[in-house]
């Protein structure tokens, strides 16, 4: 193993320190971009709003409780204040119902040094999305409303809220170490360390620890770096750290990134030939998913969807994990050099791929003619979905098969 590690890194030396460094960069960049954002923020909030104008706002509405605060004569001095009150405060009300002054001044704080903090505090929850939910996000664009003609903002400002931790970032990677298993196959570098240590499994181990192990826990360790430095770049009374939130967020991405990574050493342990590689995962990973919407919504399964949507991001990862992992070490064990000129590599595995393939085709388009609900009534639909359920078995009877599909019908 620590051979094979020594020979991989000396082929990929170049590439993988520019990306570790890489990395470290966008850490460092990212912490100091968020201080100079918040300051950037910090200083819109102190141009655009004052302690008078805000007492004055809250004794508007104290005394004009049933005006409509979007009514065309609401004054216009008072209108800066809405939507940061909103913003930190959600409304419990319908779409339909008149947002009155009273409903703003329950929620609004009671003074303007209150405001001031909820509208600076870093981690602050962002409602301006759904009043009925208190959601953590990613990042957020903050924005103070100002009076003129029609309604105006301040320049918006997007804070990060996770450092390297978003969910984007992370399948960034995973995608990555997908890219590098094709590339090295092409470059024959895969070909040149099989050939001669056999250690086909463990080649495959080094280069999951090096594409995708070592970035994401850089990504983990810088992440949490950033959090425990954000008090010596912005006033400590502003950021207290929700680390439950994050610690969620960052799992949840680990989580998916990892299933992720999971998927594309199946593909590459299955599928010999890099095209059809990415041909595979494209298009298997959608067709797999809308299969399984297809047949909740025919089953009429609701409790199951919602019991499905309960379940954590890593448990999902660990089903993926007790699945796939054992598959993929069985079909490192029966690989030759061969193997990789074909679709699927192993010749008893050919037949059952192209049956999986059939029974896609008939849980995401035949099956789509009996969903209720799904409005398939013009001849452009009905001929594209007709279209799509003779071509796949052709085409992929010949690409798996290498046989025409006429003649697998009659044998």
């Given at each position: 193993?620590?051979n094979?590690m020594?020979v991989?890194?000396k082929?990929?030396?170049?590439?993988?320190?520019?990306?570790?460094a890489?990395?470290?960069v966008?850490?460092?960049?990212?912490?100091?971009?968020?201080?100079?954002?918040?300051h950037?923020?910090?200083?819109?909030v102190v141009?655009?709003?004052?302690?008078?104008?805000?007492?004055?706002?809250?004794?508007?509405?104290?005394?004009?409780?049933?005006a409509?605060?979007y009514a065309?004569d609401?004054?216009?001095?008072y209108?800066?204040?809405l939507?940061t009150?909103?913003?930190?405060?959600?409304l419990?009300?319908?779409?339909?119902?008149?947002?009155?002054?009273?409903?703003?001044y329950?929620?609004?704080?009671?003074?303007?040094?209150?405001l001031?903090t909820?509208?600076?505090?870093?981690?602050?929850?962002d409602?301006?999305n759904?009043?009925r939910?208190?959601?953590?996000s990613?990042a957020?664009?903050?924005?103070i409303p100002l009076v003129?003609?029609g309604?105006?903002?301040?320049e918006?400002v997007?804070?990060?809220?996770?450092g390297?931790?978003?969910?984007?970032?992370?399948?960034a990677?995973?995608?990555?170490?997908?890219?590098?298993?094709i590339?090295?196959q092409?470059t024959?570098?895969?070909?040149?360390?099989?050939?001669r240590?056999?250690e086909?499994?463990?080649?495959n181990?080094?280069?999951?620890?090096?594409?995708?192990?070592?970035p994401?826990?850089m990504?983990?360790v810088l992440?949490?770096i950033?959090?425990?430095?954000?008090?010596?770049?912005?006033?400590?009374?502003?950021?207290?750290i929700?680390?439950e939130?994050?610690?969620?967020?960052?799992?949840n991405?680990?989580?998916?990134?990892l299933?992720?990574?999971?998927?594309?050493?199946f593909?590459?342990?299955?599928?010999?030939?890099?095209?059809?590689?990415?041909?595979?995962?494209?298009?298997g990973?959608p067709a797999?998913?809308?299969?399984?919407?297809?047949?909740v919504?025919l089953?009429?399964?609701?409790?199951l969807?919602?019991?499905?949507?309960?379940?954590?991001?890593?448990?999902?990862?660990?089903i993926?994990?007790?699945?796939?992992?054992p598959?993929?070490?069985?079909?490192?064990?029966?690989y030759?050099?061969?193997?990789?000129?074909?679709?699927?590599k192993?010749?008893?595995?050919?037949l059952?791929?192209?049956?999986?393939?059939?029974v896609?085709v008939?849980?995401?388009?035949?099956?789509?003619?009996?969903?209720p609900?799904?409005?398939?009534?013009?001849?452009?639909?009905?001929?594209?979905?007709?279209g799509?359920?003779i071509a796949?078995?052709?085409?992929?009877?010949?690409?798996?098969?290498?046989?025409?599909?006429?003649?697998?019908?009659?044998k």
């Amino acid at each position: 193993m620590k051979n094979i590690m020594k020979v991989y890194f000396k082929l990929r030396k170049s590439w993988l320190i520019g990306l570790y460094a890489l990395i470290i960069v966008a850490g460092l960049t990212s912490m100091a971009n968020d201080s100079v954002q918040w300051h950037k923020w910090e200083k819109i909030v102190v141009q655009s709003t004052s302690k008078a104008a805000y007492q004055k706002t809250r004794t508007y509405l104290k005394t004009h409780p049933k005006a409509d605060v979007y009514a065309q004569d609401f004054p216009n001095d008072y209108q800066r204040y809405l939507e940061t009150i909103r913003m930190i405060k959600p409304l419990p009300i319908n779409n339909n119902e008149t947002i009155s002054a009273k409903m703003i001044y329950q929620f609004a704080p009671l003074t303007y040094d209150a405001l001031k903090t909820d509208l600076l505090s870093y981690y602050s929850e962002d409602h301006r999305n759904s009043w009925r939910e208190n959601t953590f996000s990613t990042a957020v664009l903050k924005s103070i409303p100002l009076v003129g003609e029609g309604v105006q903002y301040t320049e918006q400002v997007s804070i990060n809220k996770i450092g390297l931790m978003g969910l984007n970032i992370c399948l960034a990677f995973a995608a990555l170490y997908g890219i590098l298993l094709i590339v090295d196959q092409l470059t024959k570098v895969t070909t040149f360390i099989k050939g001669r240590t056999g250690e086909v499994n463990r080649l495959n181990l080094v280069q999951f620890i090096y594409w995708a192990g070592i970035p994401l826990a850089m990504i983990t360790v810088l992440s949490v770096i950033t959090h425990l430095t954000r008090s010596l770049f912005i006033p400590s009374q502003y950021v207290a750290i929700p680390w439950e939130n994050l610690l969620v967020q960052g799992v949840n991405s680990l989580s998916i990134s990892l299933g992720m990574v999971l998927l594309i050493s199946f593909v590459n342990a299955l599928v010999g030939k890099p095209i059809y590689k990415l041909l595979t995962f494209f298009l298997g990973v959608p067709a797999c998913l809308l299969a399984g919407s297809n047949i909740v919504s025919l089953l009429k399964l609701p409790p199951l969807s919602i019991f499905l949507k309960s379940i954590p991001y890593p448990v999902y990862f660990l089903i993926l994990l007790v699945i796939l992992l054992p598959i993929i070490i069985l079909l490192h064990q029966h690989y030759s050099l061969e193997q990789d000129t074909f679709y699927i590599k192993l010749d008893k595995l050919r037949l059952p791929f192209y049956s999986g393939i059939l029974v896609l085709v008939i849980l995401d388009f035949v099956l789509t003619f009996f969903l209720p609900g799904m409005s398939i009534n013009t001849p452009l639909n009905i001929g594209l979905l007709i279209g799509l359920i003779i071509a796949i078995p052709i085409i992929f009877a010949k690409l798996v098969l290498n046989k025409d599909v006429r003649r697998l019908l009659k044998k």
